[in-house]
């Protein structure tokens, strides 16, 4: 679904209430409540909200979190993904790292490598690149939705590259 598809079911089925769902560090389900007129909001810029209560999050106050919907998301796969890592943790008895207490923006690359923290990737195609290298996604997933997700996610990140942003626009046509 698109955003506009989304915001249309919300006004049509006259939903007050919207919750968005979300999976803490041990797989726990949490969620929290917007109304109709926060979610265009919350699915342009996304939604803040205190990360506190989350585990695997630090007990500070730089544990403010922001939850951005994705209406394209697959529930299914984004569940199938969350439960097999949870059982894979579960069948090899994996233990959480302890919490880290200090704000991760401010640390040094070598504080950062000594509390084992790693960046994310930085756009679809550096996730696409992770994600063929996992074989609990592929075990989880099973060969065909794992090589049809990677081939979708792969047509998406050609379709965005190749549109001229306004940015690019702005900044380069009157150089040219």
Excluded at 9 to 37: C, H, M, S, Y
Excluded at 68 to 85: R, V
Excluded at 89 to 94: A, D, Q, Y
Excluded at 110 to 135: M, W, Y
Aim: charged share 25%; with cysteine; glycine share 8%.
């Amino acid at each position: 679904m698109t955003i506009e598809e989304v915001l249309k079911v919300v006004k049509n089925e006259k939903i007050t209430i919207i919750r968005l769902w979300f999976t803490d560090i041990l797989g726990q389900l949490r969620g929290f409540a917007i109304t109709p007129r926060e979610l265009p909001g919350a699915m342009e810029s996304g939604m803040g909200f205190d990360g506190s209560s989350v585990e695997g999050f630090a007990r500070i106050h730089e544990s403010d979190l922001m939850a951005i919907p994705d209406p394209a998301c697959n529930p299914y796969l984004a569940f199938s993904a969350m439960l097999g890592a949870g059982m894979k943790g579960v069948r090899e008895n994996l233990e959480l790292p302890p919490p880290v207490e200090e704000n991760i923006y401010t640390m040094s690359p070598l504080d950062l490598r000594n509390h084992n923290i790693g960046a994310l990737p930085g756009d679809l195609f550096e996730a696409v690149q992770e994600l063929r290298k996992s074989d609990l996604m592929k075990e989880v997933l099973g060969d065909h939705v794992f090589n049809k997700l990677i081939d979708n996610k792969q047509i998406e990140w050609d379709r965005y590259r190749s549109i001229v942003s306004q940015y690019e626009l702005e900044k380069y046509l009157p150089i040219m």
